[in-house]
C-alpha cells in the first residue's frame, strides 16, 4: 500500500470519528462518489481491467508523443485518435444507465435522432440503415450493464464509437479530396459516430449536455419550422455530415483540439504530481502555517484547495481530495456540518480559476479571444487571488462570530520580532534564488544556444537531490493516530521542508509559460517530463539518504506509481474530451444555422439595450446550463452564443468591454454552477463527507460565493482589475484598492465586521466596496467625462481628442436586417493637422444636409469601419472629451465613511465588557 492509500484510509477513520452519529460516507464510498462522476463507475478485473488499464496507458502516452517536440503529427488527425480513445474509455468504463430518467432517455434519443436524420436526407440518399445504428444504441441501453463486467453488445458499441472517431485518421486523404460532397461511407460514419457520441456523453456527463446537443441538432434540421426571429432554411442530412463529422467545424473543431493539444497535458501533469504525494504536502502545509488561528482548520482548507487546484481540474475530486481531513477537522472547532462542507466547496470550486493551471476553458480562451496563454494567466490572476484572500477573510468572520479557536500548536511562536527576522531572511532569499535563476539562466542561453536545456536540467536536477537530501531528514507526512482526535498541528519547519522539491515541477511549467514564451502544450510537456523524473527517482533516491534503501524494489514501486498516474490521468480526462467534443456540436450548430445572431437579437429585446441587463442573462444563462453540463462544455455553449453580443451590446452603449473581460466572465459564472442548489454537485459531495444536509450546503456555499458572483460584474466595468493597460505600479495600487473592497463586501453579505452589522452598517460598507471597486461611477456623475455637442461640431471634437483614444459619436441607421438601431460608435483617432484631416484618415467622409449630418462614405477596413459605421448613417451627437478631476478623489469619502463605520464598531465593542459587567 502506497503513502497516499495509507494517508487516506486515515483521513476516513478521523472523519468518521469527528461525524460520530450525523455520519457521512466512508472513503471506499468516496472513492466511488468520485469515480461515478469523474473516472468511471465500473469496477473490472482480471484480463478486462488490464485491458483497459494498457489503454489509457496507451492514451497517455500517446498525448505525451505529440506534445513533444519531435511529435510531428497532423492535428486534425491527432484529434480523430484523441476522441477515439475517449469515447472507446467512455462507453467500458461507465455503466450505461444511473436513473430510468436517464434510462428512457437512452432509448429515445438515439431514435429520435434516426427520424430527424431521415427527414433531414435529400431524395435519392438512402435512408432504410439509419434506424439501425439508432436501434443498437438503444439496446445497449435497454440490456444494461453490471459495475462488475462488461457484456458483448458494450464491446462492439465501444468498438464502433472508436472507429467512427477514428475514420478522419484513417481516410485523411481521400476525405480532404471530396469534402463538401459526402459518399454513403460518409453517411453512415456519421450517423453513427453521432449517435454513440451522444450515448457516451449521457454515461460520462449526464443528461444535460446530451439533451442541449440533440435540442441544437433538432434546430438544425427544423430551421424553418422555429418561430420567426430565430428561423433559418434549415440543413440537409449532407450538410450536416459535412458540417459535424467530415470537416472540423463540429465535433472535431476548435474545442476538441484544445482538449487534444492542451488539456490532456495539464491534467496528467497534475495526476502524476499528486501520484508523487504533492496533494497530501500542500495539505498538511497549509495546517502546519494555518491551523492555528481562529478557525484555522477552515483557513487551512481555503489555502490547501487552490494550491490544490493546480493539480485538480475537477471540482468534485479537488472536495473529496482535500475534505476528508478538513471537513472533519472544521467541526472540531465549531463549524457546523454545512458550514464546514461549504467552506471546503467555495474554496475548491475557485481551485479552477486559480493560475497559472486553470481550467480547461482557459486554454479554449486563448484560441477564441486569439490570445497567449500568459495574457490569459495575467488577466485571471488578480480576480483569483482577491478572491481566495476574501474567502479567508469570511472563515475569520466565521470564526469571530461564533468565538471559535483553531488547533494547539505544537510549539509556543517566536515573539514577532523574530518572526518578523525571520519572514524578511526567507523573502530576500527567495528573492535572491529568484534573481541568480533569472539572470543566471539569462546568460546561460546565448552562452550556450545547443546545449543550454541539457545545462538548465543538470541544474534543476541538483537543485533537486539537494531539496530531496533535506526532505530525508524530516520524517514522512503522516496524520497522527488514525483512533485518536486530531489534536495538534504538525511543525512548519519540518512539514515544509519535506516535500519542497514538489515545487520544482511547477517552476519548470511556470518558467515554460512566462519567460520561455513556450505553448501550453510544450510547457506541460516538459513539466510532466519533469515529473515522470521526479516520480522513478524520488523512492530510490528518498530511502538511499535515509540508509534504507531496496534499490530494486524502490525503482519498481517507482515505475508503478509512474503507470498509476498515467492512467489516472488518462481516465480523468473521458469526460473532458467527450464534453469538448459534444459541446463542438452545439457550435458547429451555431456556425451552420447563424443562431447566434438571432439569438443576439432576442437577447437585445429581453435586455432593453441595457448592458447590465445583458450580463445578468448571460449570468442565469450559464447557472442554468452548468447545472447539468461541466464547467468546461458551458463555457463553449455559452461563450460561442452571447460573447460577441456582450461586446457589440457594450460598444453600442459606449462601453469598450475586452473579449477577454466577456469570457472570463462566462468561464466565472460556468464554475459557480458547480456550487449554485439545487444541482451544485461539488456541494452534494461535500455534504457526503460532512454528514450535512447537501441543499443546505449548497446554498451556504453559494453565499459564500457571492464575492466571486461579484467580481465579473465589477471587471467587466474596470478592466483594471484583470490587469489590462496598467503599469507594474498600478497593478499594485488596484490590486491593494480592490483586495480591501473586496473584504468590505465580505464584512457586508456576511453581517460582520469588527461587531455585528447593524443595517444601515452593510449598506455603508456595501457602499464603500462599490466606491473602491469603481470610482469613476460616482466622478462620471459629478464631472461628466464627456460634453454632448452637436453633430456639425465633429471635425472640432476630432481635433480635441487625442490620437489613439476614441472620439465617440452616437448614430442611427439600419442594421442588417433593414431594423432602425441607435448606437454610440468609438472611432480610434489617427494623426491629422486638423479634425477634418483626422476624420478623412479615419476612413469617414460626410455631407451635411441642413442642420443633418450624413455619413457618405467609410473606407473599407477604416477605423470607422471597425467602429461600425456605414454609409447613409445619421450623427446624432458627438460626445467631446472634457478634463474631468481624478476619479480616486472619490476615496476620500469612501474613506471618511468607512472610519465612521469602524467608530461606531469599535465604540460598541468597548461598551459590551461594560454591559457584561453590570448584569
Known amino acids: 500500500m502506497t503513502d497516499n492509500e ?15 452519529d450525523r455520519g457521512g460516507l466512508s472513503q471506499s464510498e468516496l472513492d466511488e462518489l468520485v469515480a461515478s462522476s469523474d473516472t468511471g463507475g465500473r469496477s473490472v478485473g482480471g484480463s478486462v481491467g488490464i485491458l483497459l488499464m494498457l489503454t ?22 491527432a484529434r480523430s485518435i484523441h476522441l477515439g480513445f475517449a469515447v472507446f474509455l467512455g462507453i467500458l468504463v461507465f455503466p450505461a444507465a444511473r436513473t430510468k430518467f436517464q434510462t428512457v432517455l437512452g432509448i429515445v434519443v438515439p431514435l429520435a435522432l434516426a427520424a430527424l436524420f431521415m427527414v433531414a436526407a435529400k ?76 450515448e457516451a456523453t449521457r454515461r460520462a456527463l449526464g443528461p444535460a449536455l446530451m439533451i442541449v446537443a440533440s435540442v441544437f441538432l433538432l434546430y438544425t434540421v427544423l430551421g424553418p419550422q422555429m418561430p420567426s426571429m430565430i428561423a433559418h432554411k434549415g440543413n440537409s442530412l449532407s450538410e450536416i455530415v459535412n458540417h459535424q463529422w467530415i470537416t472540423t467545424e463540429g465535433v472535431f473543431g476548435i474545442a476538441l483540439g484544445v482538449s487534444t493539444s492542451f488539456v490532456f497535458l495539464f491534467v496528467l501533469f497534475g495526476s502524476l504530481l499528486d501520484r508523487a504525494g504533492a496533494g497530501n504536502y500542500f495539505i498538511q502545509v497549509a495546517f502546519s502555517l494555518m491551523g492555528h488561528m481562529k478557525g484555522g482548520p477552515a483557513k487551512a482548507a481555503v489555502v490547501s484547495s487552490a494550491m490544490t487546484g493546480l493539480i485538480s481540474g475537477s471540482s468534485i475530486a479537488n472536495v473529496v481530495t482535500t475534505g476528508t481531513f478538513t471537513i472533519p477537522l472544521m467541526k ?13 466547496v467555495a474554496s475548491s470550486v475557485n481551485g479552477q480559476i486559480m493560475p497559472p493551471v486553470m481550467g480547461a476553458a482557459a486554454f479554449l480562451m486563448v484560441e477564441y479571444v486569439g490570445i497567449a496563454y500568459f495574457d490569459v494567466v495575467k488577466h485571471a490572476f488578480l480576480p483569483a487571488v482577491i478572491s481566495y484572500i476574501a474567502l479567508v477573510y469570511i472563515v475569520h468572520l466565521e470564526a469571530l462570530k461564533a468565538g471559535m479557536e483553531g488547533l494547539p500548536r505544537p510549539v509556543e511562536p517566536k515573539p514577532w520580532v523574530a518572526w518578523l527576522m525571520s519572514l524578511a531572511f526567507t523573502i530576500a532569499v527567495v528573492c535572491g534564488l529568484s534573481f ?118 524502490d525503482v519498481k514501486n517507482g515505475f508503478l506509481d509512474l503507470i498509476d498516474g498515467l492512467v489516472t490521468g488518462a481516465r480523468n480526462m473521458i469526460g473532458i474530451g467527450i464534453a469538448t467534443a459534444t459541446a463542438g456540436i452545439i457550435v458547429g450548430a451555431v456556425s451552420q444555422t447563424g443562431v447566434g445572431a438571432a439569438l443576439a437579437d432576442v437577447v437585445e429585446a429581453l435586455s432593453g439595450g441595457y448592458i447590465l441587463a445583458m450580463l445578468a442573462l448571460t449570468a442565469v444563462l450559464s447557472l442554468i446550463l452548468g ?64 454528514g450535512g444536509d447537501p441543499i443546505k450546503t449548497g446554498f451556504v456555499a453559494f453565499f459564500y460565493s457571492l464575492r466571486t458572483a461579484a467580481l465579473p460584474f465589477l471587471f467587466i466595468f474596470n478592466t483594471e482589475l484583470l490587469l489590462i493597460d496598467v503599469t507594474w505600479a498600478q497593478g499594485i495600487f488596484v490590486f491593494i484598492v480592490a483586495t480591501i473592497a473586496m473584504l468590505l463586501f465580505a464584512a457586508a453579505t456576511q453581517g460582520w465586521f469588527l461587531a455585528k452589522n447593524r443595517f444601515y452598517e452593510t449598506i455603508a460598507l456595501l457602499l464603500i466596496a462599490f466606491t473602491l471597486f469603481r470610482p469613476g461611477f460616482w466622478m462620471d456623475m459629478v464631472a461628466p467625462p ?104 472619490m476615496f476620500i469619502p469612501a474613506l471618511l465613511l468607512l472610519a465612521g463605520v469602524v467608530m461606531l464598531q469599535r465604540g460598541r465593542n468597548a461598551r459590551a465588557p461594560r454591559r457584561e459587567a453590570a448584569a
Open 6 to 20: 495509507k494517508y487516506q484510509q486515515q483521513a476516513a477513520r478521523v472523519e468518521t470519528e469527528a461525524t460520530g
Open 56 to 77: 489509457a496507458l496507451a492514451w497517455s502516452l500517446f498525448q505525451l508523443y505529440i506534445a513533444s517536440p519531435f511529435g510531428l503529427f497532423n492535428d486534425t488527425l
Open 123 to 198: 431524395e435519392g440518399v438512402a435512408t432504410w440503415w439509419i434506424p439501425l445504428p439508432a436501434i443498437f444504441v438503444a439496446a445497449t441501453v435497454v440490456l444494461g450493464s453490471p459495475k462488475t463486467s462488461i457484456p458483448v453488445w458494450e464491446w462492439l458499441l465501444a468498438i464502433a464509437g472508436a472507429a467512427a472517431a477514428l475514420y478522419l485518421f484513417m481516410f485523411y486523404r481521400d476525405i480532404s479530396g471530396r469534402v463538401g460532397a459526402p459518399i454513403t461511407q460518409d453517411f453512415v460514419v456519421a450517423v453513427i459516430g453521432l449517435m454513440i457520441l451522444l
Open 332 to 344: 472540531k472547532v465549531g463549524f457546523s456540518s454545512e458550514k464546514a462542507g461549504a467552506v471546503e
Open 436 to 553: 541568480a535563476v533569472y539572470y543566471g539562466m539569462g546568460w546561460i542561453r546565448p552562452a550556450f544556444p545547443e546545449t543550454a536545456g541539457y545545462i538548465i536540467f543538470a541544474f534543476l536536477t541538483l537543485v533537486y537531490v539537494l531539496l530531496l537530501r533535506v526532505a530525508s531528514k524530516e520524517a514522512p507526512l503522516k496524520l497522527d493516530d488514525p483512533d485518536a482526535p486530531v489534536t495538534k498541528l504538525p511543525m512548519p519547519g519540518p512539514t515544509i521542508r519535506s516535500g519542497l522539491y514538489y515545487i520544482l515541477p511547477v517552476v519548470v511549467l511556470v518558467w515554460a509559460l512566462m519567460v520561455d514564451r513556450l505553448s501550453p502544450g510544450l510547457s506541460a510537456f516538459w513539466a510532466t517530463c519533469y515529473m515522470v523524473f521526479i516520480l522513478l527517482t524520488q523512492r530510490p533516491l528518498m530511502a538511499m539518504f535515509r540508509g534504507e534503501s531496496q534499490f530494486a524494489a
Open 627 to 690: 447545472m447539468g453540463l461541466p464547467t468546461t462544455a458551458n463555457y463553449i455553449v455559452v461563450s460561442a452564443l452571447l460573447a460577441p453580443v456582450i461586446v457589440t451590446l457594450g460598444q453600442q452603449n459606449g462601453l469598450i468591454v475586452p473579449l477577454i473581460a466577456v469570457h472570463l466572465f462566462v468561464f466565472y459564472f460556468g464554475i459557480m454552477a458547480d456550487v449554485t442548489p439545487p444541482v451544485g454537485l461539488a456541494s452534494f459531495a461535500a455534504a457526503a463527507v460532512s
Open 786 to 889: 464627456y460634453t454632448e455637442a452637436e453633430p456639425t461640431e465633429i471635425a472640432q471634437a476630432a481635433a480635441d481628442t487625442p490620437v489613439g483614444e476614441y472620439l465617440r459619436v452616437r448614430v442611427s441607421g439600419q442594421d442588417s436586417f433593414g431594423d432602425p438601431i441607435e448606437f454610440v460608435a468609438l472611432v480610434d483617432m489617427v494623426e491629422g493637422a486638423t479634425g477634418e484631416e483626422r476624420l478623412e484618415n479615419a476612413g469617414l467622409a460626410f455631407r451635411q444636409e441642413g442642420d443633418r449630418m450624413i455619413i457618405d462614405d467609410v473606407a473599407f477596413g477604416s477605423p470607422a469601419a471597425d467602429a461600425g459605421l456605414d454609409w447613409d448613417q445619421e450623427v446624432l451627437r458627438v460626445l467631446k472629451p472634457q478634463p474631468q478631476p481624478s476619479k480616486y478623489l
